[in-house]
């Protein structure tokens, strides 16, 4: 029982530090949920007189916990991408008057942002994620990466424009790909039909 009583003790003393450190992996809006499930974690431990460090794995425990959740979203994001092996003709085409069209539209449009981010140089990238994804104040970024409030605001404006022309040139070669697929499979028909 002393034991359980250490670890949990060693939470509520914790709690704002491992929050501050989940919020550095994912959105703010997660940090809470992540932070409770440590917390449930920690209650399901069979053995805690096994723990020699509470602290430590209280720290570890939050920070596998976040990146699982990060890994996750990232599956979903990519869990269809494959598309480009299938051919054409096999290839599902979403029907406007479908439910689930919508979603898929805006699902697609979203991992087509998160390469456009993942693109940007290293600096950029964090300093437009900070802004655009975690709704950073720029002194919150300055603060947070040592940056002067000109740079943070250069980061930011080269990241949105390159992430803006990154999207358009996929769109256009996706257009292009499929329009030029399309051409090859109809000619491809008119073969078989004149033997």
């Given at each position: 029982?002393?034991?359980?009583?250490?670890?949990?003790?060693?939470?509520?003393?914790?709690?704002?530090?491992?929050?501050?450190?989940?919020?550095?992996?994912?959105?703010?809006?997660?940090?809470?949920?992540?932070?409770?499930?440590?917390?449930?974690?920690?209650?399901?431990?069979?053995?805690?007189?096994?723990?020699?460090?509470?602290?430590?794995?209280?720290?570890?425990?939050?920070?596998?916990?976040?990146?699982?959740?990060v890994k996750r979203s990232?599956?979903?994001?990519?869990?269809?991408?494959?598309?480009?092996?299938?051919?054409?003709?096999?290839?599902?085409?979403?029907?406007?008057?479908?439910?689930?069209?919508?979603?898929?539209?805006?699902?697609?449009?979203?991992?087509?942002?998160?390469?456009?981010?993942?693109?940007?140089?290293?600096?950029?990238?964090?300093?437009?994620?900070?802004?655009?994804?975690?709704?950073?104040?720029?002194?919150?970024?300055?603060?947070?990466?040592?940056?002067?409030?000109?740079t943070v605001e250069t980061?930011?404006?080269?990241?949105?424009?390159?992430?803006?022309?990154?999207?358009?040139?996929?769109?256009?070669?996706?257009?292009?790909?499929?329009?030029?697929?399309?051409?090859?499979?109809?000619?491809?028909?008119?073969?078989?039909?004149?033997?």
């Open positions: 029982m002393a034991g359980s009583d250490r670890l949990i003790d060693a939470y509520l003393e914790l709690r704002g530090q491992l929050a501050r450190l989940v919020m550095r992996i994912v959105p703010p809006k997660d940090v809470e949920d992540i932070v409770q499930e440590a917390y449930v974690r920690i209650c399901r431990v069979d053995d805690q007189e096994a723990i020699r460090e509470p602290r430590s794995y209280l720290f570890r425990t939050v920070r596998n916990l976040a990146f699982d959740h990232e599956s979903r994001l990519t869990a269809g991408a494959d598309m480009d092996e299938l051919p054409i003709e096999e290839m599902p085409v979403p029907s406007e008057s479908d439910p689930t069209y919508a979603q898929v539209t805006s699902d697609e449009e979203f991992a087509l942002f998160c390469e456009a981010v993942r693109s940007l140089p290293r600096q950029c990238r964090r300093t437009f994620v900070l802004k655009k994804v975690y709704g950073y104040t720029l002194r919150e970024i300055m603060a947070e990466m040592g940056l002067a409030q000109a980061h930011i404006t080269n990241g949105t424009k390159r992430c803006v022309q990154y999207m358009r040139k996929r769109r256009q070669l996706a257009v292009g790909r499929a329009s030029g697929n399309t051409k090859r499979h109809s000619s491809m028909g008119r073969r078989r039909e004149d033997v």
